[in-house]
Nanobody, 121 residues
Framework: QVQLVESGGGLVQAGGSLGLSCGAS????????MGWYRRAPGKQRESVAT???????NYADSAKGRFIISRDNAKNTVYLQMSSLRPEDTAVYYC???????????????WGQGTQVTVSS
């Protein structure tokens, strides 16, 4: 089995910073893309940032210039450093990883349990 366990999140004032981390464990033959999504109240889930195994990064327009995604392949961990936070960043943040658990099996997406980020004005 594969587990993604997130940490970080919480309550922060507008303009503040917060860091999230997410570690993958279990049968991890290969981890491909990793990233962060979020779901704000009453809205659909949206991508925040993704990073490939080789380090290529994509950010949502809302995250550019404020958020930094990184990963440590040796630790099977992805990070999201968020700064200049705004009330509209309030959401449940989910980490995601595309993982092959064995050479003979296709990769599939796995998700963390979600962590709440609340930005007060």
């Amino acid at each position: 089995q594969v587990q993604l366990v997130e940490s970080g999140g919480g309550l922060v004032q507008a303009g503040g910073s917060l860091g999230l981390s997410c570690g993958a464990s279990g049968f991890l033959f290969s981890i491909n893309d990793m990233g962060w999504y979020r779901r704000a109240p009453g809205k659909q889930r949206e991508s925040v940032a993704t990073i490939t195994k080789g380090g290529r990064i994509n950010y949502a327009d809302s995250a550019k210039g404020r958020f930094i995604i990184s990963r440590d392949n040796a630790k099977n961990t992805v990070y999201l450093q968020m700064s200049s936070l705004r009330p509209e960043d309030t959401a449940v943040y989910y980490c995601y990883a595309n993982i092959e658990i064995a050479l003979s099996l296709p990769a599939r997406d796995y998700w963390g349990q979600g962590t709440q980020v609340t930005v007060s004005s």
